[in-house]
């Protein structure tokens, strides 16, 4: 016990300093993957939209939204990296941020473990979860009349896919101690699935891809879209438990041997 | 796979609890975060002060990380 309670537990500020720069990893592989997977493909949806405008007002000012040409289609392009590295940064101190917190709540003896647990868990809450409702759309479909509702419902769906891995976790640990592992397993499944069903049924249905916008545009798209975000939460997790191995080395090899 | 489980035999580590300066600085730190997160998803200059610039800059970043856009 005295080797157990040994064993040092690293700042919050270490934690976060380890997140962020795994986010910033994760974010910039998530950039690689996007741009070669759905450059062509925001391209290619981009020239339905202008020609759609185009043959509906010819002449007229276009929607507004791309034709500004506040940035070119390079920028955006190199944008994309901007915004996946920033959008990785903020999701790994929330990362490293839900660790510090969480982590006597894991009941695994394995950093690395938790940290998998952890991102997995964000993978499922914040990115599936969402995709089934309300999955990513190109340029070209959508009504920008709706941009707020839709805006609202996708954050409600954001939030509702956290509570329903939260429902899942509590459901496994509800069978008093000694219930076998696929009773813990199968409440967990309902515990989710009902949050995620009043979820689901709740909130208001979204379908505005025009008839005309190719099907296997939208699914390509959507593809390179789940992707992009499945590489930066796999990696995310990857990287944090790597920097937090390598920030563990440091601890006496006994408290470690004990842990686990 | 036994130590995923809860079984008693397997306790969770006997980590102190988090001070309660740890979690002010946590729910700080988190609110950055999300702030910056928001910069990326939603901000159309209202926190940037750049105009529609960076909202049009991470364009292609919004709609590949699933974000509605418009
Ligand atoms: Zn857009």
Redesign the pocket.
């Known amino acids: 016990m005295s080797l157990r309670s040994a064993r040092t537990t690293p700042s919050y500020g270490s934690l976060l300093l380890r997140g962020l720069l795994a986010g910033l990893i994760a974010g910039l592989l998530a950039g690689v993957f996007a741009y070669a997977t759905g450059e062509s493909r925001i391209d290619a949806a981009i020239a339905i939209e202008e020609a759609a405008a185009h043959a509906a007002a010819p002449g007229a000012a276009d929607d507004g939204?791309?034709d500004e040409e506040l940035v070119s289609r390079t920028g955006q392009k190199g944008g994309l990296f901007l915004a996946t590295a920033l959008y990785g940064v903020a999701m790994g101190g929330l990362l490293a941020t839900a660790y510090t917190l969480l982590r006597r709540r894991l009941r695994t003896p394995s950093d690395t473990r938790a940290v998998f647990g952890l991102a997995a868990a964000a993978l499922v809450g914040i990115v599936l979860v969402p995709f089934g409702k309300y999955p990513a759309n190109p340029?070209a479909v959508?009504d920008p009349a709706t941009i707020n509702q839709r805006t609202i419902a996708w954050v409600s769906i954001v939030v509702i896919g956290l509570v329903a891995v939260w429902a899942g976790v509590v459901a496994a640990r509800a069978p008093r101690s000694g219930a076998p592992e696929w009773l813990r397993a199968a409440a967990a499944l309902a515990g989710f699935l009902v949050v995620v069903a009043i979820g689901y049924v709740l909130l208001p249905t979204v379908d505005e891809v025009p008839a005309a916008f190719p099907a296997s545009l939208l699914w390509t798209f959507r593809l390179a879209s789940l992707g992009t975000q499945v590489t930066l939460w796999t990696m995310l997790g990857l990287a944090f438990a790597a920097l937090l191995h390598r920030l563990r080395r440091d601890v006496p090899a006994e408290a470690e041997a004990v842990a686990v | 796979m036994s130590n995923l489980s809860n079984t008693p035999s397997v306790r969770p580590l006997d980590q102190p609890a988090v001070s309660a300066r740890v979690l002010w600085t946590a729910a700080g730190v988190g609110s950055l975060l999300l702030l910056l997160a928001y910069l990326v998803a939603f901000d159309q200059g209202a926190v940037s002060q750049g105009g529609m610039y960076l909202h049009e800059l991470l364009?292609d970043g919004?709609?590949l990380l699933g974000v509605p856009?418009?």
């Open positions: 939204h791309h340029p959508g | 364009h919004r709609h856009c418009h």
